[in-house]
């Protein structure tokens, strides 16, 4: 049972488009949501995260929206560039719980110029 | 400068063999994980550790085992038993109580020859 759903699987953006990356999750009980992002042969490092509290964070050019009603979130690359070419997953957990995080199958990301 | 490294980065394994990858951390964090990564598969947990001397299986644990006896370090081994053990592998660690950001090390990429 996959409890975090990614999409799309791989996403094409022009230099200085938006990149928009979806999620779902089934558990109600997670309380944490983050973005990872990974460049080849690297490990994944924090991007942004948002708890369910707030409907939307903003860091830079990065945006995580929440929906909670609908057990979505999504991440927003404005102005992409080719540095943003990347994988990214979300994740979530349940902070209280102690539970290990649970990721998404990713989105590999290419921006062109 | 604190962090997690993994050791190898590359490792190659004749089937049949037992191979151990290593784990170290010195961020003081009390909680580690490993993960697999397979292409389009995203990061699926294997087993994790939230103190020393005790460990639960994660979603693929089978033909995998792990030891916690510092709080420090964590090795995996990928056992013969493990039928498709070409990947992949992260090890990352946070801290237990109220965890958010997971911190990952560099990977290691294992083949089977």
């Known amino acids: 049972q996959q409890q975090v759903k990614q999409s799309p699987q791989s996403l094409i953006v022009q230099k200085g488009g938006i990149s928009i990356i979806n999620c779902a999750y089934e558990?109600?009980?997670?309380?944490?949501f983050p973005w990872y992002q990974q460049f080849p042969g690297k490990g994944p490092a924090l991007l942004i995260a948002i708890r369910p509290d707030v409907s939307e964070k903003k860091e830079g050019r990065f945006t995580i929206s929440f929906n909670k009603s609908a057990k979505q979130f999504s991440l927003h690359i404005m102005d992409s560039q080719p540095g943003d070419s990347a994988t990214y997953f979300c994740a979530a957990s349940m902070r209280s719980g102690n539970t290990p995080l649970v990721f998404g199958k990713g989105t590999r990301l290419s921006v062109i110029a | 400068d604190g962090g997690i490294t993994q050791s190898p980065k590359y490792l190659f394994r004749k089937e049949g063999q037992n191979v151990t990858l290593s784990c170290e951390q010195n961020l003081n964090h009390d909680a580690m994980y490993w993960y697999r990564q397979d292409p389009g598969q995203g990061l699926r947990l294997i087993y994790y550790s939230q103190i020393v001397n005790d460990f639960q299986k994660g979603d693929i644990a089978e033909g995998y085992s792990v030891s916690r006896e510092k709080k420090e370090s964590f090795p995996l081994t990928v056992t013969s038993a493990q039928k498709n053990p070409t990947a992949f592998y992260l090890c990352?660690?946070?801290?237990?109580?109220?965890?958010?950001?997971?911190?990952f090390g560099q990977g290691t990429r294992l083949t089977v020859v």
């Open positions: 558990n109600t009980a997670f309380d944490y």
């Open positions: 990352a660690s946070t801290f237990a109580r109220g965890s958010t950001e997971a911190f």
